[in-house]
C-alpha cells in the first residue's frame, strides 16, 4: 500500500510541475515580452484543461500504472519518459490537428517548438519522477538510509 501511495505521490508532482512548465512553455512562444507574465499565467491554467479535456491526463496515469514496476526497478529508466513524452505528442498532435482551422498563421508556426519543447518538458519530468521514486524506494521514505551513509546536508559527510 504504501509503495502504491508513493507512486502516486510521485506522479502527482510530475504533473503538476508538467503542466506549470508547459504553461510557461506556450506563454513564451505565443506571447509578446510586454505581456508574458500575463501569458505565462494564463497559459498555466489553460494547458492542463485542454490536456484533460483531450484525455492525456487519463493516458498518462494509465502509463505509470503499466509501467508502474518497470519505473520502480527497471534497468531502462527511460522507458516510462519515452512513452509519457509520445503520449504527449499524441495528445497535442490531435489537439492542433482538430484546432488547425480556426489558428492563425502564428497559431500554426508555434505546433512544432511546442510539440518539440513539450515532449522534452514530459521526459524531463517523468524521468525525474521515476529518478526520485526510486530514490524514496533506496531511503524507505524515511531518509535513515541517507543518514546512515551520510549523505544528509547537515551532516559530516554531505
Known amino acids: 500500500m504504501r509503495a502504491i501511495l508513493k507512486r502516486l505521490v510521485v506522479w502527482l508532482l510530475e504533473v503538476l510541475v508538467e503542466a506549470l512548465l508547459l504553461g510557461c512553455l506556450l ?11 500575463q501569458g505565462v499565467i494564463a497559459s ?10 483531450q484525455g492525456y491526463y487519463v493516458t498518462r496515469a494509465f502509463f ?3 509501467f508502474f514496476a518497470d519505473v ?4 531502462v529508466p527511460w522507458l516510462y ?7 504527449f505528442v499524441a495528445h497535442v498532435f490531435s489537439l492542433f490537428g ?15 517548438p511546442f510539440l518539440a519543447g513539450g515532449a ?12 526520485l521514486l526510486r530514490m524514496w ?9 541517507a543518514v546512515r551513509h551520510g549523505i544528509v546536508a547537515d551532516s559530516a559527510g554531505g
Do not use: N, Y
Request: aromatic letters at 8%; hydrophobic letters at 50%.
Open 98 to 112: 482538430q484546432l488547425h482551422p480556426d489558428l492563425s498563421a502564428e497559431g500554426r508556426s508555434t505546433e512544432l
Open 137 to 145: 524506494a533506496k531511503t524507505g521514505g524515511s531518509g535513515q538510509e
Open 44 to 53: 498555466m491554467l489553460a494547458v492542463p484543461v485542454f490536456l484533460f479535456l
Open 72 to 75: 520502480w526497478r527497471s534497468k
Open 64 to 66: 505509470a500504472v503499466v
Open 81 to 87: 519518459p519515452m512513452v509519457a513524452g509520445a503520449a
Open 120 to 131: 522534452c518538458i514530459v521526459f524531463a519530468c517523468a524521468f525525474g519522477g521515476g529518478w
Open 27 to 37: 506563454g513564451a512562444l505565443v506571447l509578446d515580452k510586454a505581456s508574458l507574465l
